[in-house]
């Protein structure tokens, strides 16, 4: 399978999940337990993960899988990094109103960049640098609305603790996202025995939330268990199903491509949920929306094309060799 083609994939998937999210609601409320919806996705993630490896065993017993602690244990540091990201997003929001919030995010396409650099060890040519550069403008400028409105003074309102949040929340992204590239890469061993050992610990640490919820709120619902599927409709399991679908694309994109192709694909994927939103949900289009889409899609032609098609060099004839003189040496010997 070509990289392109599940990149394409991955950006239909994502654009989906905020219009599905949407129409999953009732009135603009959730009837079901929203943190339920991210653990089934782990659970379908693990437990078609696990499918796939058994599969994989029958077709090729030599398939390979490590399965020493000290290789296992490395797994449980990106369910760490997010769920720390999860809290750092919280504390963001506390200073910070949701669209300054979504601008400030688009600063993890460049930290990704440079993690991508200094961790993983890949070389990026100065044109790509610049389309990187070029797709975080895009997206900005898709979010940022008229001068004129009260959101875009919002935009430098925010107290400096938002800001260094936001750095931070944007840098945890990154990390997260770089490091798993790293475990995927690190061995040979089958994709999905090491999307058995992501999501194992993914799915516990998303049960540990709910558990801590009913903690919190005294019980109040009931367990976890007993509202799991409380209010889910077809919608719902939509939902589910395509934070599944998406987790394992991306995991592909890490073992088989990388973070940026994943950054790329999630942008774009940004971009066509507000386009979608235009027919969907009579969401007014902007110029500054369409500025974004132009600057995005120069900013994919920069980084994927082939330089030669980027510079228009001039053609370089080469001058025919001179013709060689025939030199006639008399050779004479004295007698």
């Known amino acids: 399978m070509q990289w392109y083609f599940v990149a394409l ?21 959730y009837l079901y337990d929203y943190a339920t919806v991210p653990f089934l996705a782990e659970v379908f993630k ?39 990201h999860n809290n750092v997003q919280f504390a963001t929001l506390t200073y910070v109103d949701t669209s300054t919030y979504q601008i400030m995010g688009n600063l993890k396409i460049v930290t990704t960049g440079i993690l991508f650099r200094l961790f ?7 044109l790509q640098w610049m389309a990187i550069i070029l797709l975080a403008v895009g997206t900005t400028t898709s979010q940022v609305k008229g ?9 430098f309102a925010a107290p400096i603790q938002g800001y260094m949040l936001g750095a931070v929340s944007a840098c945890l992204s990154a990390l997260a996202g770089v490091y798993t590239e790293f475990l995927m890469k690190k061995n040979n061993d089958s994709l999905y025995w090491q999307n058995i050992q992501l999501y194992t610990f993914g799915s516990i ?32 399991w939509m939902v589910v199903l395509n934070l599944g679908s998406t987790g394992l694309l991306v995991s592909w994109l890490m073992k088989y491509a990388d973070n940026i192709v994943k950054v790329y694909a ?3 994927a940004m971009l066509l949920t507000m386009v979608w939103s235009v027919y969907l949900f009579s969401f007014k289009p902007t110029l500054q929306l369409f500025l974004g889409i ?42």
């Open 9 to 29: 994939l991955l950006t239909f998937l994502t654009s989906s999940q905020g219009i599905l999210t949407t129409l999953s609601q009732s009135n603009g409320k």
């Open 46 to 84: 693990l437990v078609l993960s696990s499918l796939l490896v058994w599969r994989e065993c029958q077709i090729s017993p030599s398939t390979r899988m490590t399965t020493e602690w000290k290789s296992v244990r490395l797994y449980v540091v990106p369910s760490i990094i997010y769920l720390i």
């Open 120 to 126: 993983l060890r890949r070389r990026l040519s100065n």
């Open 147 to 155: 001068c004129g409105e009260a959101s875009c003074d919002s935009l």
């Open 205 to 236: 640490f998303n049960l540990a939330r709910l558990v801590l919820d009913d903690y919190r709120g005294g019980y109040e619902n009931g367990s976890w268990w007993q509202r799991l599927f409380n209010g889910y409709s077809i919608t719902t």
């Open 266 to 268: 999630t942008s774009m």
């Open 294 to 335: 132009i600057i995005c899609m120069m900013s994919l032609h920069m980084y994927f094309a082939p330089p030669n098609m980027l510079l228009d060099l001039p053609t370089q004839v080469r001058a025919a060799p001179e013709s060689l003189k025939e030199v006639t040496v008399d050779r004479r010997t004295d007698s």
